[in-house]
């Protein structure tokens, strides 16, 4: 019985320390007619763990659905989504915050600034599918 006491406090110690990185990270979702929560809850933990700019931090993650329905319409008509063939109910629209620190060490961004309305376009091939990031952007 100590054992799998023990065993189970490793586990969730794992599972705490994991998601310290993730914790400042303000997470939004509104409500939505289009997607259950989990689907969107799989959409922006996807977002969170791709997020890989050099000396950025993700400050938040949001689903607006206004927002993404009307993002959705301009990527269908004039971005990827006018060719690759995903349907409108397979594309949700995320939008985040982040920071870049003042090192001047991102050749990208500029330094010490905040950038907001980031958008990230997420598709699926269907319902059960998972999301793959399509693109992103301002």
Same mark, same amino acid.
């Given at each position: 019985?100590?054992?799998?006491?023990?065993?189970?406090?490793?586990?969730?110690?794992?599972?705490?320390?994991?998601?310290?990185?993730?914790?400042?990270?303000?997470? &939004?979702?509104g409500p939505s007619s289009s997607f259950t929560e989990k689907e969107i809850e799989n959409a922006i933990n996807l977002v969170i763990d791709s997020f890989s700019f050099p000396d950025s931090?993700?400050?938040? @993650?949001?689903? !607006?659905? &206004? @927002?993404?329905?009307?993002?959705?319409?301009? =990527?269908?008509?004039?971005?990827?989504?006018?060719?690759?063939?995903?349907?409108?109910?397979? @594309?949700?629209?995320?939008?985040?915050?982040?920071?870049?620190?003042?090192?001047?060490?991102? *050749?990208?961004?500029? *330094?010490?600034?905040? =950038?907001? !309305? =980031?958008?990230?376009?997420? $598709?699926?091939?269907?319902? &059960?599918?998972?999301?793959? $990031? !399509?693109?992103?952007?301002?």
């Open positions: 019985m100590k054992k799998y006491i023990g065993f189970f406090l490793i586990i969730l110690l794992l599972f705490t320390f994991s998601n310290c990185s993730n914790k400042d990270i303000s997470i &939004e979702i931090k993700l400050t938040s @993650v949001i689903y !607006d659905e &206004e @927002v993404s329905n009307s993002l959705k319409g301009s =990527y269908l008509q004039h971005g990827k989504g006018s060719i690759n063939g995903v349907l409108y109910e397979n @594309v949700i629209v995320l939008i985040s915050n982040f920071d870049v620190d003042g090192s001047g060490n991102n *050749p990208v961004l500029n *330094p010490d600034s905040t =950038y907001y !309305d =980031y958008q990230w376009i997420l $598709i699926r091939d269907n319902k &059960e599918s998972k999301w793959i $990031i !399509d693109d992103q952007g301002y």
